[in-house]
């Protein structure tokens, strides 16, 4: 990911051309971590305040087409096997909130569409009833106009991930920085019973303490949260039995990717947990 910051102290940004979030790629050295996020919440609004009628409608439709490509997927069918170790922890979570954070410019790039298609359809055939937010401050004010027709709400604050969940609450997080679910985890570090209220699809916490281990991640490096958390997570990647491949369309929105639910007893000391994780 190619980061900025955006007016207003936003977290990091992606920039609407070129590579998207995400640290690096698997084999390429990485680098310095991104600029520090708001501490507390700040005011946000688009950096691109139109909204054309016919830009959004074709958002809308192009949004919906990659919805409907997505829907017929290999990948996507795989979620949606009823009696999955993914489906069974999903059912005793009952998330109530669906959250998608750092989608990217769904406009600019059919990466960051087949993400917001996953989330679009993850709400459709499993939430339901979940109430959705869609944040990235990159959004322009036509794909927030956009997000909204497709039944997302769009924050006015930014707060950076740092967010104590209240509900139970699936994260989406498609290829964000490391500095963003540490921020995401730090903010509901008080317990094990609080981390247990939400689960993260995102990039994979594993992968990010194997970088680290291999010292090819200085981002991931500084997230001590993602860190302790890769040791008692259960995780699965989207990929894992092979429906993604490097010649695959969807590699792009989805590699790396995985499901992480918080499975820790009460008595798991966290603080120590921290201590054990930093480098």
């Known amino acids: ?10 977290w990091t940004v992606v920039r609407r051309r070129g590579r998207r979030r995400g640290d690096a790629p698997p084999t390429a050295s990485l680098p310095d971590a991104p600029p520090p996020l708001p501490v507390s919440p700040v005011p946000w609004s688009p950096s691109d305040p139109s909204v054309d009628p016919a830009r959004v ?7 919906r087409a990659a919805i409907s490509r997505l829907a017929a ?4 069918r795989r979620l949606l096997l009823p009696d999955s170790p993914l489906r069974r922890r999903l059912a005793l979570l009952a998330p109530t909130r669906l959250s998608v954070l750092g989608v990217g410019s769904f406009e600019s790039s059919p990466a960051a569409r087949l993400q ?7 709400r459709r055939d499993l939430l339901p009833d979940a109430a959705a937010d869609l944040f990235d401050p990159v959004l322009s004010a036509a794909e927030c106009a956009a997000a909204a027709a497709l039944g997302f709400s769009v924050p006015s604050l930014n707060d950076g991930c740092r967010r104590r969940v209240e509900e139970a609450t699936l994260f989406y997080m498609p290829h964000c ?5 540490d921020a995401l985890l730090a903010a509901n570090w008080e317990s094990p019973a609080q981390l247990r209220r939400f ?7 594993r992968r990010y303490a194997l970088q ?3 010292n090819r991640s200085v981002p991931a490096a500084k997230a001590a949260h993602v860190l ?17 491949d490097d010649d695959d369309w969807s590699a792009r929105a989805f590699n790396e990717t995985s499901w992480h639910f918080f499975e820790l007893y009460d008595d798991v000391d966290l603080a120590a947990a921290i201590a054990g994780g930093r480098r």
């Open 116 to 122: 917001l298609a996953l989330a679009a359809l993850l």
């Open 199 to 205: 689960c993260v699809l995102g990039n994979s916490f």
């Open 177 to 181: 920085e490391a500095s963003l679910y």
């Open 212 to 214: 680290v281990e291999e």
């Open 1 to 10: 990911m190619a980061a900025a910051t955006a007016a207003g102290g936003d």
């Open 228 to 244: 302790a958390a890769a040791r008692f997570v259960w995780e699965e990647r989207v990929d894992e039995a092979g429906y993604v």
């Open 73 to 76: 997927s290999r990948l996507y």
């Open 57 to 63: 409608s074709r958002l809308v439709d192009r949004a």
